[in-house]
């Protein structure tokens, strides 16, 4: 069976120290992964994905993934965390198969940032 | 490039009353559309998808339906909305016929049943 699980749903950090949020999938086919942000009341907005290319996956705002499938995890990292960076962060993970409903959301982590 | 509007971005209703939320894509064409939903605190829940003009697929059993007119636009309807149906309210559409292509969602709309 198909799932994406985010191991944290709330994480803090300080400014200017790094961010990582945590992600693993568990899948028999292969996956494509992504990870949105939300910011309050906003839709998501991509931040980065992968799809079979280079493992590591460069993003906007600074923040990057690494694709581990050994560990079947996809962990989004950002060396230096600043205020705008609180918001909420999904992993989702599509897998090798077509149709519009292919699309598996984890439940979301809070990234909170202290000044 | 492409775009997607979603209105209005904040809704306040009285129970049983009507809803009517509207979703629109442009610079694309024969997207997959989706409405989803997120409780207070809460992940994404999918509530329906299309694949084309007329197609709607449904996820959850519901009050809600929905409806897709034209090819990049997409209807979000209930005849008589309930408490339980407050909620944010997010428009996506997603490339067809490409398993690994992003969803875009809009910015979404804040609806609060009263």
């Known amino acids: 069976a198909q799932s994406v699980t985010q191991l944290d749903s709330h994480v803090s950090v300080s400014e200017g120290t790094p961010v990582l949020l945590r992600c693993n999938y568990s899948?028999?086919?292969?996956?494509?992964l992504f990870w949105y942000v939300q910011h309050p009341n906003k839709g998501l907005q991509l931040l980065l994905k992968y799809t079979s290319a280079a493992t590591l996956v460069k993003g906007i705002n600074g923040f990057e993934a690494e694709f581990k499938k050994s560990e079947t995890s996809f962990h989004l990292t950002k060396p230096s965390a600043h205020m705008s960076d609180a918001a909420e962060y999904f992993c989702v993970v599509t897998f090798d198969q077509t149709g519009a409903n292919n699309l598996f959301f984890g439940t979301g982590t809070r990234l909170t940032v202290i000044p | 490039s492409q775009t997607i509007h979603q209105w209005p971005a904040t809704l306040v209703q009285p129970v049983g009353s009507p809803l009517s939320l509207e979703c629109t894509v442009e610079g694309t064409s024969n997207p997959n559309l989706y409405w989803y939903r997120q409780a207070a605190g809460r992940g994404l829940q999918l509530l329906f998808y299309?694949?084309?003009?007329?197609?709607i697929s449904s996820e959850v059993p519901q009050n809600l339906s929905a409806s897709r007119p034209q090819d990049r636009q997409f209807i979000l309807s209930s005849k008589k909305l309930l408490l339980s149906d407050s909620g944010f309210y997010l428009c996506?559409?997603?490339?067809?016929?490409?398993?690994?292509?992003?969803?875009?969602f809009g910015n979404g709309t804040r609806l609060t049943v009263t």
């Open positions: 899948s028999s086919y292969s996956p494509s």
């Open positions: 996506a559409w997603s490339v067809q016929n490409s398993y690994n292509s992003p969803l875009h």
């Open positions: 299309s694949v084309g003009i007329g197609q």
